[in-house]
């Protein structure tokens, strides 16, 4: 039985190194590199002072595309250097306000010798069926490097996004760099390293005290004297693993093509079973346990003593269990109390008084539930701003940070509610709202929307029945200002200023302003209600001499066509 308070959890690191083995394709992209050497044609080459790397775009089948990378003639002529590249300007996409990245200078000089090939990155923007990108060594890492900038840079609606796949890779970048990958759980997801126990360059720089490096994506660690392999995706796991099978510098170059076939010829590996009885309630133990034995890890097997290596690999994997049950359960929260607020509010707007519409009653607060309705907007407020700050903090990428589903809520949030923070303006102070008084997260939600509307990702449908929330949702802010502009107009007041646009022009654009918007169905029939601000506005403004008496806002509303909008 499990221990007490013990989480149920498991590693599926076996399970999933038989998948990849089981299918051939690891098998398939090592050939590819292999070609490299065994057939030059089509071949190119890039280098830098103390790196040569050689690649080309092989045939995959008819299914994918592969692009193979390898260490050019004389191998590497010098031992790699630690030294990291803050912040490199070619993946600014990956730079966010909390955590800035630093990735390894020479393979940002690799990566950019690379882009000197235009022909090859064209190709591989627009990509007729999924890429797969290979690489042996420092090969590797650029690899990896145009993985990632693929991402980034392949439009969302081309499907054949591209998967990356490296052998005996180095490691390439800080905390930051993990976190801007991880981040998009899609992009981590997209990575796999296959390291052999033993090969020194995946474990260049773990004695680095200078440069601390962290690995992302899924770790394939295999033995060839175990004929054993076992995945392992968490950072501090892959450290600990890659550290405790560590080579010496005497060991031979690692063939990988060799170890792959070892491997499949021996994938199910039964090892060590009598150990694991005492661990028979400790799913997760048992499987850290196989794993590190199937790869012939050392480990400490005196039974009345904790395997360190385990037992920190054990906690780590625990922790951040634990850590993501916390956020989906809080993050669940937060969605459930948010979606009770958006219910208050929107009760709030269905009864409120028939002669105004919510915007009025809770400028003017005459009745409790109109005060009381402030809690429901200062909770949705504060939700909507973490959700807007957090997809701030993420990397940059095409398209908008919010998933569009969760776009549309936050619009149909910012319509609702933008409009009460507006009559708490204006009920306060005659100055303009969107530069003194609108808050950030609004602003970035409108922009998000009309961005994804640009690129096709979102678009109205035309109706043929008025929206029931005006789509702008700084109407009213029109509206006050439009209030201020013919209160001074009316008391013989041109202009605010000098060197101000005349009131009556100010004035003339509101009216196409809200024809407009009354053309597309864009505005909410409540705008009409008898004691509204748009209404009482009206009353005013038919009366300046100045207006123009035929435009055809004058003719809708002095027609009473608003009778009929709906």
């Not at 498991?10 to 098998?27: M, N, R, T």
């Not at 093509?257 to 010829?265: A, Q, R, S, Y």
């Not at 922009?447 to 449908?461: F, M, N, P, S, Y």
Request: aromatic share 10%; glycine share 6%.
């Amino acid at each position: 039985m499990n221990q007490p308070n013990q989480e149920n959890v498991f590693s599926s690191g076996f399970e999933l190194a038989d998948v990849l083995l089981a299918s051939g394709l690891l098998h398939r992209l090592f050939a590819a590199i292999q070609e490299l050497k065994d057939d030059p044609t089509d071949m190119r080459t890039i280098s830098t002072s103390s790196l040569t790397l050689e690649y080309k775009i092989c045939d995959g089948d008819e299914k994918y595309q592969i692009i193979a990378f390898g260490i050019g003639v004389g191998g590497l002529s010098s031992e790699l250097s630690p030294t990291f590249e803050p912040n490199p300007q070619d993946f600014n996409f990956l730079k966010t306000t909390n955590h800035p990245f630093s990735i390894n200078n020479e393979a940002i000089t690799l990566f950019r010798s690379l882009r000197q090939d235009e022909n090859l990155f064209q190709l591989l923007k627009n990509p007729t069926k999924p890429l797969i990108i290979t690489g042996h060594s420092i090969g590797g890492w650029v690899a990896s490097l145009i993985c990632l900038w693929l991402l980034d840079n392949i439009k969302q609606s081309n499907l054949n996004l591209p998967i990356c796949i490296t052998f005996g890779s180095p490691l390439l970048g800080d905390d930051g760099f993990y976190r801007a990958i991880h981040s998009p759980s899609v992009w981590n997801s997209r990575f796999l390293h296959v390291v052999s126990y033993g090969d020194l360059i995946p474990r260049t720089f773990l004695s680095s005290t200078e440069y601390s490096y962290k690995p992302f994506g899924t770790f394939l660690i295999c033995s060839s004297s175990s004929s054993a392999c076992a995945c392992f995706n968490d950072p501090v796991s892959v450290l600990s693993v890659l550290a405790a099978t560590d080579g010496s510098p005497q060991m031979p170059n690692i063939d990988y093509g060799k170890l792959l076939e070892d491997l499949t010829n021996q994938m199910i590996v039964s090892k060590g079973a009598s150990q694991l009885w005492e661990l028979r309630g400790n799913p997760l133990r048992t499987g850290i346990t196989l794993q590190l034995d199937a790869i012939g890890v050392e480990r400490n097997q005196d039974n009345n003593e904790e395997d360190t290596l385990v037992k920190k690999i054990e906690e780590w994997e625990r922790k951040n269990f634990r850590a993501k049950v916390k956020r989906i359960s809080e993050a669940e929260k937060k969605l459930n109390d948010m979606k009770k607020n958006m219910a208050h509010i929107e009760w709030y707007k269905k009864i409120s008084s028939t002669d105004m519409g919510y915007y009025d009653c809770f400028k003017g607060k005459a009745n409790p539930r109109d005060i009381h309705v402030v809690k429901y907007k200062i909770g949705l407020t504060k939700y909507w701003e973490e959700v807007v700050t957090e997809a701030e903090t993420k990397p940059q990428k095409q398209g908008a940070p919010l998933p569009m589903r969760q776009l549309n809520a936050g619009t149909n949030y910012r319509r609702m509610v933008e409009p009460l923070d507006i009559a708490e303006h204006y009920k306060k102070n005659n100055t303009d709202y969107r530069t003194t008084g609108r808050a950030r997260h609004y602003e970035l939600l409108e922009r998000w929307l009309e961005e994804q509307e640009k690129t096709g990702g979102h678009q109205r449908k035309a109706g043929t029945k008025a929206a029931s929330l005006t789509l702008d949702s700084c109407f009213w802010d029109a509206v006050e200002k439009a209030v201020i502009w013919t209160k001074s107009l009316k008391n013989g007041q041109a202009a605010g200023e000098p060197e101000e646009e005349p009131l009556v022009e100010k004035l003339k654009k509101f009216e196409e302003y809200v024809m407009g918007l009354i053309d597309e169905l864009a505005v909410s029939p409540e705008v009409f209600l008898k004691e509204s601000t748009f209404m009482q506005w009206w009353k005013v403004y038919e009366t300046i001499p100045e207006r123009n008496g035929s435009s055809r806002l004058a003719n809708f509303m002095e027609n009473k066509g608003y009778q009929k909008y709906n």
